[in-house]
């Protein structure tokens, strides 16, 4: 009889064990989920604040005289500077486009590459971003561009088009994509694929 009751306790310690484990499981799960949902909503807002301010910016500056000049290599940004607003339609994606390709930068935007030509003018402006599901989730479905595709850059002054001409993946030490380019260029660059990030999807436009 008493073997029983032991038996019996037994296995109600394993049930309780087991609970307690699940529980725990549970928790862990729900709060690794809720991390990520706070990483999105951070860096949505991070995101809008600087689009906001770059419209602002513009419509700021056209009721006073003094006109807006657009950063040059021989003239170039300082880092963290809001460059531009690269809107991609047949991804539904907008972003700020800041100076540099700092940790700080792409946390909360696009980077353009220094030492990179800069909008409007020749040469390749070559412009990264993050890739993740949960963070830096800017350049996430750039994979699902294609050649022909329309991408749409506003700076200070107006508003660039460009055409998709090249899609193509290069190891990470490929430095090609920053070469300089005889013509006005866009080159758009991030890791892939997701979470493994072995190599880079490289985006290439052409102006029209």
Do not use: W
């Not at 040469?123 to 994979?143: E, M, P, Q, S």
């Amino acid at each position: 009889m008493l073997l029983a009751e032991e038996k019996k306790q037994v296995m109600k310690n394993k049930s309780i064990i087991k609970l307690v484990v699940g529980i725990t499981l549970i928790s862990i799960g729900f709060g690794l989920i809720l991390s990520s949902v706070l990483v999105n909503v951070k860096q949505h807002i991070e995101q809008d604040k600087l689009i906001v301010e770059f419209k602002e910016a513009i419509e700021a500056s056209e009721t006073q005289e003094e006109a807006f000049t657009e950063p040059t290599l021989d003239n170039p940004a300082i880092e963290g500077d809001v460059l531009y607003n690269l809107r991609i339609p047949s991804i539904e994606s907008e972003n700020p486009v800041r100076e540099g390709i700092s940790k700080g930068v792409l946390a909360d935007s696009l980077g353009h590459e220094p030492g990179t030509a800069y909008i409007g003018e020749k040469g390749n402006c070559v412009i990264a971003g993050h890739r993740n599901y949960t963070f830096g989730k800017f350049f996430n479905r750039l994979d699902e561009v294609q050649v022909g595709d329309e991408i749409y850059v506003d700076t200070k002054t107006g508003t660039r088009k460009y055409i998709v001409k090249e899609i193509k993946v290069v190891e990470p030490e490929d430095v090609s994509v920053l070469e300089s380019a005889d013509e006005e260029q866009l080159t758009l660059y991030t890791c892939t694929p997701i979470y493994v990030a072995t190599h880079r999807l490289v985006i290439i436009a052409d102006p029209v």
